[in-house]
């Protein structure tokens, strides 16, 4: 009963740095997603995914990359770290797009 | 614009007591508009569903209402416990095939304190 697995927890990079930020869900879901939160907004949607091998963009998509090559996994990749990428992101996978979606626990980033 | 608007931002209360917080959206075409329990820390997690001929839902001390009239929906939390203390985020399904079919709004964050 994992349902939706974030990796890692916390991490801090420096400007220009890159990195990979891990999603995995376990329920067979079509549909994966990554947010992200800052303090004072509501959650912003950065890719998403409808299937395998399909991805698209949402509305805050700059300086980040994403691919869908099993059903299971839909990594984020943030290509050089900037400070504006300071935030808490969450991936969220569903059955279909306007389903009920299931959260991770999220990735507290610091970009310094 | 679709928006979801809640208020208020952030609210305190004394365990054991009621309280109700508020949603108002401006969403079209309207799918379905869920409320969600985030603790801190950890991701939203699903309190309830209501879909356009729903007016209200139960789910234990959480009773949410929606008006579609006017676009409004609450959450009402009964005998509050120290565990409800999260913040309660907002989210209004569209039945538009765009790219962000659900609209989030900026959480209430409530405290119970005993």
């Known amino acids: 009963n994992a349902g939706v697995t974030q990796t890692p927890k916390f991490q801090v990079l420096k400007t220009g740095q890159s990195m990979t930020l891990q999603c995995a869900q376990d329920?067979?879901?079509?549909?994966m997603s990554w947010y992200r939160q800052d303090p004072g907004m509501g959650l912003r949607l950065i890719h998403y995914s409808v299937g395998a091998g399909i991805t698209d963009q949402g509305e805050v998509p700059n300086g980040y990359n994403v691919s869908r090559s099993t059903t299971e996994d839909f990594p984020l990749r943030l290509l050089s770290a900037a400070p504006s990428q300071t935030s808490v992101y969450f991936c969220?996978?569903?059955?279909?797009?306007?389903?009920?979606?299931?959260f991770g626990s999220g990735t507290r980033l610091t970009v310094v | 614009k679709n928006q979801v608007e809640q208020s208020p931002q952030s609210l305190i209360i004394l365990e054991g007591k009621n309280c109700t917080l508020q949603?108002?959206?401006?969403?079209?075409?309207?799918?379905?508009l869920r409320w969600y329990k985030q603790d801190t820390g950890r991701g939203p997690v699903s309190l309830t569903i209501?879909?356009?001929?729903?007016n209200t839902k139960s789910n234990g001390r959480y009773t949410a209402t929606l008006d579609a009239d006017t676009k409004q929906s609450s959450l009402h939390i009964t005998a509050s416990q120290l565990s409800d203390s999260a913040s309660y985020i907002c989210v209004v399904t569209t039945r538009n095939s765009g790219n962000t079919p659900l609209v989030f709004g900026k959480g209430t964050r409530l405290s119970v304190i005993a």
């Open positions: 969220a996978s569903s059955r279909q797009r306007s389903y009920g979606y299931t």
């Open positions: 209501m879909t356009f001929s729903e």
């Open positions: 949603c108002n959206y401006t969403v079209s075409p309207f799918s379905n």
């Open positions: 329920m067979n879901h079509e549909y």
